[in-house]
Structure formats: structure tokens, C-alpha cells
T-cell receptor, first 112, second 115 residues
Framework: QQQVKQSPQSLIVQKGGISIINCAYENTAFDYFPWYQQFPGKGPALLIAIRPDVSEKKEGRFTISFNKSAKQFSLHIMDSQPGDSATYFCAASKAGTYKYIFGTGTRLKVLA | DAGVTQSPTHLIKTRGQHVTLRCSPISGHKSVSWYQQVLGQGPQFIFQYYEKEERGRGNFPDRFSARQFPNYSSELNVNALLLGDSALYLC??????????????FGPGTRLTVL
């Protein structure tokens, strides 16, 4: 029940295309869902996050879509750029614990 | 403002040795969490400290321990190192202010190699 399942494992997108990464969870007590971007040799950087009381959140080219009934959420990267090439992690946490449960990561490559 | 800082950047140890990793949170943040990230996997939660008290512990053996100091910096200690302890160790800080969204900000990590 503590798992967060992330797919796909890897993704190749043409420059200007849309990158979509999906995550699913089991524990309905989770109430915070962040996405992190990680470059090789660096720590994860917070990209965007959402709570279950909204179905979508957009920040620049990054959008989170959230489906509470399906217990799924996804990251959409619009107009993908070669500089977006990195590993992306979804995560989930529940109030009172503050620990994050991370997905297994998606390695994104955007072709120039 | 400086972000989360960690030291050292890289570390090479042999099996059986002990290691201490250090972390300084973002100024004003009182909570520090530690994560282990094995190559090709997502970070795994080890500990969370808030106001110098342990508030959470992940599924790691007792060889792993940590503490938080009055200035909110933190140390992670690992005893009797095993080859499987080779990983990137990440520190994350958060403010845990009432009404905050539980945002955690990660440092660059310490790459530990056990030979």
C-alpha cells in the first residue's frame, strides 16, 4: 500500500513534443504529490506539486493532472526541449508523516 | 539564500568501516530528512528529524543512525559498511510551517562508494 508505481521507465520525445509520465498509488491517505527532476550527479529538484482537492495544476510548460477516483496522477511537459532531458520522479506523502514515497523514475530524452 | 548543502561530495570507504555524512538545511528550515538513492532507483526514506527529535524512520537496519544539532544541521552515520550501502545519500529540508504544503528541498547528495 506504500508503493507508488511509475511508468514508463524511459521515454524518447522529439523537440517540441509532449512528454507524459504516469504514476499510480494505493494509499488513499496520501495528500501531497510532488514531481522532481534529477540530472546526473545532482539531487532531485522540485518541479511542481499537487494536492487531491484539485484536478489539474499548471506551471509554465509543466502540468500535473490528478484523478482521485483512479488514484493516478501524471506529469505533462509541453513543448519538450533537449534541456528537459533528465530523470523524473513522482512522489507521494501523507499528512503527519512528512516522508516521501518515490516512484522508480522515468528517464526522459528529448531529441533535438 | 543558500540551498541545502551536504558534505563531503564523494566518499570511498571499505567494508566494515564507519562513515559520517553532514547536511545543513535551508536557513529557517527546522526539519531534515535523509534518503538513500541506489543507482537507477528512486530515493528511499531513512530518517526525518524535526527540532532535534527523530520523527520518522524508514526500513533501514540499526547500523544507520542520525542526529540533528541545535542549529538544525544534521549528521547521518552508517556503521559496519556493506557493499550494498554504496549509493547517493540525499538530505532534504523543509520548513513544516502550519499550512505549508510539505515541500522538501533536496541537497546535491553525497556519493558513497564501498569497496
Amino acid at each position: 500500500q506504500q508503493q507508488v508505481k511509475q511508468s514508463p521507465q524511459s521515454l524518447i520525445v522529439q523537440k517540441g513534443g509532449i512528454s507524459i509520465i504516469n504514476c499510480a498509488y494505493e494509499n488513499t491517505a496520501f495528500d501531497y504529490f510532488p514531481w522532481y527532476q534529477q540530472f546526473p550527479g545532482k539531487g532531485p529538484a522540485l518541479l511542481i506539486a499537487i494536492r487531491p482537492d484539485v484536478s489539474e495544476k499548471k506551471e509554465g510548460r509543466f502540468t500535473i493532472s490528478f484523478n482521485k477516483s483512479a488514484k493516478q496522477f501524471s506529469l505533462h511537459i509541453m513543448d519538450s526541449q533537449p534541456g528537459d532531458s533528465a530523470t523524473y520522479f513522482c512522489a507521494a506523502s501523507k499528512a503527519g508523516t512528512y516522508k516521501y514515497i518515490f516512484g522508480t523514475g522515468t528517464r526522459l530524452k528529448v531529441l533535438a | 539564500d543558500a540551498g541545502v548543502t551536504q558534505s563531503p561530495t564523494h566518499l570511498i570507504k571499505t567494508r566494515g568501516q564507519h562513515v559520517t555524512l553532514r547536511c545543513s538545511p535551508i536557513s529557517g528550515h527546522k526539519s531534515v530528512s535523509w534518503y538513500q538513492q541506489v543507482l537507477g532507483q528512486g530515493p528511499q526514506f531513512i530518517f526525518q528529524y524535526y527540532e532535534k527529535e527523530e520523527r520518522g524512520r524508514g526500513n533501514f537496519p540499526d547500523r544507520f543512525s542520525a542526529r540533528q544539532f541545535p542549529n538544525y544541521s544534521s549528521e547521518l552515520n552508517v556503521n559496519a559498511l556493506l557493499l550494498g550501502d554504496s549509493a547517493l545519500y540525499l538530505c532534504a529540508s523543509s520548513s513544516l510551517l502550519a499550512g505549508s504544503y510539505n515541500e522538501q528541498f533536496f541537497g546535491p547528495g553525497t556519493r558513497l562508494t564501498v569497496l
